[in-house]
Nanobody, 122 residues
Framework: VQLQASGGGLVQAGGSLRLSCAAS????????LGWFRQAPGKEREFVTN????????LYADSVKGRFTISRDYAKNTAYLQMNSLKPEDTAVYYC????????????????WGQGTLVTVSS
């Protein structure tokens, strides 16, 4: 499986960005796709995930109500809509796949994309 994350960039606080994660090489029906982020000097942290079949999602408290995860079956692509961005959202964002129901730990994910940088200016 290959994952290609894109959509990062520079945005002012309060603005929005939409990240994409395109998957290739496998049908994702039994996978959960997650987004993680890693800010400079900090550990990687869970952001959100979605079960490909059924669409059940989970969010970190820090992004709940501001970020929305979704997926497009036909395009084998997941999206992370990020609204009301804050400077503390600045990080490299990674998408990853877990074979199963997912989780909040990076170690539970089997495949990772290359990351896309999101910078939120104050």
């Amino acid at each position: 499986v290959q994952l290609q994350a894109s959509g990062g960039g520079l945005v002012q606080a309060g603005g929005s960005l939409r990240l994409s994660c395109a998957a290739s090489g496998r049908t994702l029906s039994r996978y959960t796709l997650g987004w993680f982020r890693q800010a400079p000097g900090k550990e990687r942290e869970f952001v959100t995930n979605i079960r490909w079949t059924g669409g059940t999602s989970l969010y970190a408290d820090s992004v709940k109500g501001r970020f929305t995860i979704s997926r497009d079956y036909a395009k084998n692509t997941a999206y992370l809509q990020m609204n009301s961005l804050k400077p503390e959202d600045t990080a490299v964002y990674y998408c990853a796949l877990n074979y199963g129901v997912g989780g909040t730990q990076g170690s539970q994910y089997n495949y990772w994309g290359q990351g896309t940088l999101v910078t939120v200016s104050s």
